[in-house]
């Protein structure tokens, strides 16, 4: 089965710096979702994209999708303290809305 | 417009009892959806439902794990009777389309 796996497994960067997670997954999908999770929360749906898109934008955030690699990437610009959470990415196949979802990415914004 | 909640957020209950976790979707939405995340694993999916039918089930552990949702609305699921491994965090998700909007979770802790 597919799994959508993210790298790296942690990141800590300054805040204003950019970050860069990256997510790759094994099987052919119909959509990818990036996902936030703030320590004890929920999850806060951030961007979908569609596997016949390569690039969204929404705010600080951007996604790109390769599904010639499987892979996806979200960069978030000009972080903030906010920013620092649990990242995950998801994908759906084709036929099936069930979401598989990778380890995340533990990012720290450090002020 | 409310999100996805669910009850209690946070349960403590001994091996061998009976725990009901309830989630109430976005209101208009017709697929609901059940996640876990044991500790250090990933999230896994464990059912969908399209209104009140069961449209994939696949996720379901074992016949331990009951989900309902009664009339199409509001979703219960059972665990009966508890084991120490059914600890985790149990998210509930509804969606209209593709994109998934995720409740906080209930932690279930089993001892």
């Known amino acids: 089965s597919q799994q959508g796996e993210e790298d790296p497994q942690a990141l800590s960067i300054q805040e204003g710096e950019n970050a860069t997670m990256n997510c790759s997954y094994k099987?052919?999908?119909?959509?990818l979702q990036w996902y936030r999770q703030n320590s004890g929360r929920g999850l806060v749906h951030l961007i979908l994209i569609r596997s016949n898109e390569r690039e969204k934008h929404s705010g600080r955030l951007r996604v790109t999708l390769d599904t010639s690699k499987k892979s996806s990437s979200l960069l978030i610009t000009a972080s903030r303290a906010a920013d620092t959470a649990s990242y995950f990415c998801?994908?759906?196949?084709?036929?099936?809305?069930?979401?598989?979802f990778g380890q995340g990415t533990r990012l720290t914004i450090n002020p | 417009e409310a999100g996805v909640t669910q009850f209690p957020s946070h349960s403590v209950i001994e091996k061998g009892q009976t725990v009901t976790l309830r989630c109430d979707p976005i209101s208009g939405h017709d697929n609901l959806y059940w996640y876990r995340r044991v500790m250090g694993k990933e999230i896994k999916f464990l059912l969908h439902f399209v209104k009140e039918s069961k449209q994939d089930e696949s996720g379901m552990p074992n016949n331990r794990f009951l989900a309902e949702r009664t009339g199409g609305t509001y979703s219960t699921l059972k665990v009966q009777p508890a084991e120490l491994e059914d600890s985790g965090v149990y998210f509930c998700a509804s969606s209209q389309d593709r994109e998934q909007y995720f409740g906080p979770g209930t932690r279930l802790t089993v001892t």
């Open positions: 998801a994908t759906d196949e084709w036929g099936a809305q069930k979401l598989v």
């Open positions: 099987t052919s999908i119909n959509n």
